[in-house]
């Protein structure tokens, strides 16, 4: 048993990760770069602020350089859907190991950029046509398709990570709404009472999910993100 960590950035400043790796060498893992786009025209607009490709690009090199395994992340949308296979001939050039392709979360302010359950399914059957075409290993998330059921999402399962957001709080899922929503906070809480309550959260949830598909309450989006939002609101 032990601990290891690794981490996801946007790529715009290396230096405090860099520091960490060196002094955490013998657990850390990996870096995940988030990827909206295969040009900076694509990836600037959806991150709202100029420069920000160029950015990634070189933090890319840097972990490269370091001797990190970088992994890729990449949230798809109606702005970028027609783009995967250069995203993922990107992700070749970057030096990338991994990619994963994720659905963006429906909010208030991003309705024109969300996906609809029919385009989920022809994107997921489109990168699954990539897989053996390119050597990065190439993974889609459940924010962009999963088997639906009681069970219907892989991250209901606590398999062998935990996310923390900068604050030191138990994110339930990464992929819920306003950043994931949030358990409880490390400071003040053992681990073991904080994974008490993770697990606690999920079958709540399982057990509605049960309710709703025995009387036939199934609307669009169920097997989405947007059933965990809507539950846990």
Request: glycine letters at 8%.
């Amino acid at each position: 048993y032990g601990y290891s960590w690794h981490f996801i950035s946007n790529g715009q400043n290396t230096q405090p990760y860099l520091s960490l790796i060196e002094k955490y060498r013998n657990s850390f893992k990996h870096v995940t770069l988030s990827l909206d786009g295969a040009t900076a025209e694509t990836h600037d607009q959806l991150r709202r602020k100029k420069g920000a490709f160029d950015n990634l690009l070189r933090a890319a090199k840097e972990y490269v350089e370091y001797g990190c395994d970088l992994f890729i992340s990449t949230s798809l949308n109606q702005k970028n859907k027609k783009d995967i296979e250069k995203i993922i001939l990107l992700a070749e050039e970057l030096g990338g190991k991994r990619i994963v392709f994720l659905g963006t979360i429906s909010t208030e302010w991003n309705q024109n950029l969300t996906l609809s359950d029919g385009e989920n399914l022809e994107i997921y059957q489109e990168i699954m046509s990539f897989r053996k075409e390119n050597k990065i290993k190439i993974h889609v998330g459940n924010s962009l398709y999963t088997r639906g059921g009681v069970n219907f999402c892989s991250y209901l399962n606590l398999h062998d990570e935990l996310t923390f957001n900068a604050k030191g709080e138990l994110i339930f899922c990464c992929d819920t709404a306003n950043n994931g929503i949030t358990i409880d906070t490390i400071k003040g809480n053992t681990l073991s009472s904080l994974i008490a309550k993770w697990l606690s959260y999920s079958a709540d949830l399982q057990a509605s999910r049960a309710k709703q598909i025995s009387t036939g309450q199934i609307i669009e989006g169920f097997d989405t993100c947007n059933f965990c939002n809507t539950y846990m609101s």
